[in-house]
């Protein structure tokens, strides 16, 4: 294997991992991201945990299609999905490096994605 096939599969399954637990904690109901949702958008609690769930299946989805077949348009969405749940920590009262502390969350998918641009994948 490529020392390039190496670090791609070390960017999918990091970023498949970091996905795969952000959608099982959703989908657990995160007490917490159902409060965050609440707070910052003013749903009722039925309406953030159905939400939260949602968000979940949508992550474990993205994590197993990463595995599968990466698709860079939604590499983008999961740098940008990554980015705001990180950005949502500050939002609703936590320290700052709560956010800094998940700039992998966004920093990796976007990585990826350059990676496969810069090979026309």
């Given amino acids: 294997m490529t020392n390039e096939k190496k670090v791609e599969w070390l960017l999918r399954v990091g970023v498949a991992g970091e996905f795969a ?3 099982v904690f959703a989908l657990q109901g995160k007490a917490d991201w159902i409060k965050w949702a609440q707070q910052l958008s003013g749903m009722d609690a039925s309406t953030a945990t159905t939400f939260i769930f949602v968000v979940g299946v949508v992550d474990v989805l993205l994590a197993l299609l990463i595995l599968v077949k990466p698709i860079r348009p939604l590499l ?3 740098a940008f999905w990554g980015f705001w749940t990180a950005l949502v920590r500050p939002l609703v009262g936590l320290p700052i490096w709560d956010f800094i502390e998940r700039w992998t969350n966004w920093a990796a998918p976007l990585a990826l994605f350059y990676f496969y641009r810069g090979r026309g994948k």
């Fill in 76 to 78: 983008l969405w999961m």
């Fill in 21 to 23: 637990g952000h959608g």
